[in-house]
């Protein structure tokens, strides 16, 4: 069974990409799509404008330093 991450994701949350091919990378979720399977992608936006489509699983939200 499929294990939730700990806070649901949001529009312009910050995350942290921390498994799958993006490892390492970090930004703000800016698409959130569930597939027909019931997976959960997100497309993350780095700060240099950079955009990629990873799993929901993979990604850990971060909190803001303002």
Not at 30 to 52: E, L, M, P, Y
Not at 55 to 66: E, G, I, M, S
């Amino acid at each position: 069974m499929k294990q939730p991450t700990s806070q649901p994701l949001t529009e312009g949350a910050q995350v942290r990409v921390v498994g799958g091919t993006h490892a390492g990378k970090a930004g703000s979720v800016h698409d959130i799509k569930t597939g027909k399977t019931g997976h959960v992608s997100v497309t993350v936006r780095q700060a240099n404008g950079v955009r990629f489509k990873t799993l929901a699983r993979n990604v850990t939200p971060v909190k803001r330093v303002d």
